[in-house]
């Protein structure tokens, strides 16, 4: 009816299976008749605008503390603690990166360690969020939008993962992956739902020591 000569779409009956990022990328190839599609990207921003939110000459960290559920979240006790731990060392500040609906846990965070050290990005635009990931060294957190804008900027981006596939941080060397102990990565479905106190704090700073 629109006067489109070629329709391109996925199997209609395979979503379940489909492995998110292998999917698309063989769809575009196809589609496009080309080789090998890159699964990297670059997402660039205004540096005038990210100069203007500089508050201090700290190394910048941004804490993905939000998600879409409860049973993805490592917790905002647990984030209190990383950074308690880390100010102990180095000179840092975090961005405390969540939805308005999650701005409770935010707060509680801020109460505990103090506005010197970090604060909410609970009621900023995703574009405004794109200018903090920006300034930053690092994202850790759990599997959410923020990971997956830090590492297609270039950023080392250290998420946790406890009921996320493999394939939602499977298409970025940025992307690195935090496990429980003794967890193979193909263990990790929408339904393992691991303790998230099974990741400790130290096994974080483990990771993330050399990048800060």
């Known amino acids: 009816m629109a006067g489109i000569k070629k329709i391109y779409n996925y199997p209609i009956f395979d979503k379940k299976n489909l492995h998110l990022v292998k999917a698309a990328k063989k769809f575009t190839e196809n589609c496009l008749d080309i080789n090998n599609c890159p699964t990297e990207t670059k997402i660039h921003v205004n540096n005038k605008k990210t100069e203007k939110l500089e508050k201090n000459d700290k190394k910048k960290i941004i804490l993905g503390i939000g998600s879409s559920g409860p049973t993805t979240k490592w917790g905002y006790e647990n984030y209190t603690k990383l950074i308690k731990k880390l100010i102990e060392t180095h000179k840092l500040y975090f961005y405390l990166l969540c939805g308005p609906e999650e701005d409770d846990n935010a707060q509680k965070i801020i109460q505990e360690i103090g506005t010197n050290f970090?604060?909410?990005?609970?009621?900023?635009?995703?574009?405004?969020?794109?200018?903090?990931?920006?300034?930053s060294d690092i994202y850790v957190g759990n599997d959410s939008f923020g990971h997956h804008i830090s590492c297609q900027m270039g950023k080392p981006s250290f998420i946790i993962l406890l009921d996320t596939p493999r394939a939602y941080s499977d298409y970025s060397t940025n992307q690195k992956r935090i496990l429980p102990?003794?967890?193979?990565?193909?263990?990790v479905t929408h339904d393992s739902k691991f303790d998230p106190n099974l990741i400790s704090v130290n096994m974080i700073i483990n990771e993330i020591k050399k990048f800060i």
């Not at 609970?122 to 200018?131: A, F, M, W």
Request: charged share 30%; proline share 4%.
């Open 118 to 135: 970090c604060e909410s990005l609970s009621d900023k635009s995703i574009s405004e969020v794109k200018d903090y990931i920006s300034l």
């Open 181 to 187: 102990p003794n967890i193979n990565l193909d263990e």
